[in-house]
């Protein structure tokens, strides 16, 4: 069975659209193709464990591998950044979710990729105008198509989960109506206390810096209130990660744009705080998660966490190919085949016994 994603529609590209991160690795690879005044990798012979040896405390997410992120809870396999989708993947061994945060009216912090609704729910607007009971009201799951995300104006037999969240269907066994909404991160915290996260701040649009700036400052207060550290989280915007950081110092950081693209080019140190690189598999058929770039960054102390985002076909072949380059895990689409070939290949996991393929 096949579990590409490179043929998704419009629609369905635009629920998910990954156009900031786009545009870093666009800038990023011309530095690649530029070949010699680029920042050099490590030897290809470097391996993983070699680099955490050298760094036996400082980075606690280089001994967190290998990690089953679950992006957006699975997106291809359950409705995106809802509760259901979460639930489901850490039902089924994910080690950790990766969602995305935007604030209401009333200053909620919520959990929805896109700054509008439009894409994936039954209603319409920017999250930033609705208040936080007029965005968990409406249907996260109206859009959703299996295998597809979230692509509308399809026939209604499509959405096989629409109706959940307004009552008009029955949940999945083991499900309420209430796992199909907008949750709030508050909704999130408390169903997941012992589960990383891993989390994106958001914007209304990739211009509107002081909007990145206001959810930067409401996460870090949610955050220090939280008390816990076992997160990270990350921005392509640079202004809204540094403000977060002075605010909540204790907190990891996968770097923003700029940061990230100083790094690629001249090996530059990102931000303070920084714990992790979070980079795509490739990008116009360029390879980013090399085997060799995986090694650099271990050497300087960093976690690699890789996503697809559309950027790349997304299927066993290619987790096989990052678990096999070291990576520290991969933010998932499909968790469940991820699942499945962790399990097959018998990789060590947090807290568990198992291969290590990156082991000398």
Known sequence: MSYKRDHRSDHARTARHPSARVAVFVTLLMAIAAGPGSAAPASAGARADDHAAA???????????????AHAGGE????????????????????????DVESTADDRLVVIHNSSVDATTSGTGLVRDLTYRQVNALDAAYNFVPGRSAVPGLPPESYPLRGVRTHHRKPPRGYRASDFAIPSLRDVFRAFPHVPINMEIKGTSDTDVESFEHNARLLAGFLNRAGRTDVIVTSFND??????????????????????????FSGTRPIDGTKALQIPVRFNGIPVATPEFVARAH?????????FSGTAPE??????????????????????????????????RPGTRGVDPCKS
Not at 55 to 69: I, K
Not at 240 to 262: D, K, V, W, Y
Not at 299 to 307: E, F, M, Q
């Open 55 to 69: 760094h036996p405390s400082g980075n606690p997410w280089l001994h967190r591998r290998f990690l089953n992120m």
């Open 76 to 99: 291809n396999e359950a409705p995106a950044d809802t509760l259901y989708a979460f639930k489901r993947a850490v039902a089924l061994g994910a080690d950790m979710v990766e969602l």
């Open 239 to 264: 202004a809204a990660l540094a403000t977060f950081h002075r605010l909540a110092p204790r907190i990891a950081l996968a770097p923003g744009q700029n940061e990230l693209s100083a790094y690629f």
């Open 299 to 307: 050497a300087d102390g960093y976690a690699v966490h890789v996503w």
């Open 315 to 348: 299927d066993e072949a290619a987790y096989n190919t990052l678990i096999d380059a070291c990576a520290d895990g991969i933010m998932a689409a499909w968790p469940a085949v991820l699942e499945r070939l962790l399990d097959e290949r018998h990789i060590a």
